[in-house]
């Protein structure tokens, strides 16, 4: 089944409304039936994101769980949507790391963005102790079961996943391609044929190829080498060559 690529990427607390017209005003996406451009940007960049966008898809990296109310500081995922917003990161090791954010958690936001018609990138990945261990499909199914098993079958259909092992995020290590297809043939056991599984972990200029090549690696969620126009478009520009 030929999936169409998504590449990813994760500015995280980087790029304030400034930096964004200016990535902007240097990086245009390709349109492409098969390649899709996604960035994934602070929530004070996004204006400044989708006025620029182009061919890009604009995503967010949270939302709150809730409809609204009195939950000082969160954005919702309605307010998400009313912006033009078509993507949102949830549960990423470092909001699962620094915000105690837990499977339950995860899955409450999985299903607002899906309730607002947000396509949901469901992060999952296991750390290095757990990899030693051996217990990494392990880690990694349960965290994949604790969503997609509460999922209605069009809800899963609307999910994408990332796997990010957790020891190869802005680590400079990468998990070998050979890892990652382990990883996601294993994840694909567990999902339908057509949900995409994107990579996630130092991908780069240089390592994209090898990754974006394996059969069940899907796209890229990418977080330091989406921050510079040439080195995000060479990246995406990978993906078009391998179609
Ligand atoms: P990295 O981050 O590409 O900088 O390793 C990836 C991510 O955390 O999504």
Not at 41 to 57: D, E, I, T, Y
Not at 67 to 74: D, I, K, P, S, V
Not at 75 to 95: D, F, K, N, P, W
Not at 112 to 128: D, F, Q, S, Y
């Amino acid at each position: 089944m030929r999936r169409p690529y998504l590449i990813a990427g994760n500015w995280k607390m980087n790029q304030g409304p400034a930096q964004t017209e200016a990535f902007f005003g240097a990086f245009s996406a390709p349109s492409h039936p098969e390649v899709e451009a996604l960035l994934c940007v602070p929530f004070v960049s996004l204006q400044q994101a989708l006025a620029k966008a182009g061919a890009c898809r604009i995503g967010a990296q949270n939302l709150h769980f809730e409809e609204n109310g009195a939950y000082t500081g969160e954005i919702s995922a309605s307010m998400l949507q009313e912006m033009g917003v078509t993507h949102v990161i949830v549960g990423h090791s470092e909001r699962r790391q620094y915000f105690g954010e837990t499977d339950a958690i995860v899955l409450r936001k999985v299903k607002k963005a899906l309730e607002h018609g947000l396509t949901p990138i469901l992060c999952v990945g296991e750390v290095l102790a757990e990899r030693k261990a051996g217990a990494q499909e392990r880690v990694v199914g349960a965290q994949v079961d604790a969503v997609f098993g509460a999922l209605s079958a069009a809800e899963r259909m609307a999910t994408v996943i990332a796997y990010e092992p957790v020891w190869a995020i802005g680590t400079g290590e990468t998990a070998t391609p050979e890892q990652a297809q382990a990883m996601h043939a294993f994840i694909r056991s567990r999902v339908p044929a057509e949900v995409r599984i994107l990579y996630g972990g130092s991908m780069n200029a240089a390592n994209a190829e090898a990754l974006l090549s394996q059969p069940d690696v899907d796209g890229g969620l990418i977080g330091g080498a989406s921050l510079k126009p040439d080195t995000f478009r060479s990246i995406v520009d990978t993906a078009i060559r391998l179609r």
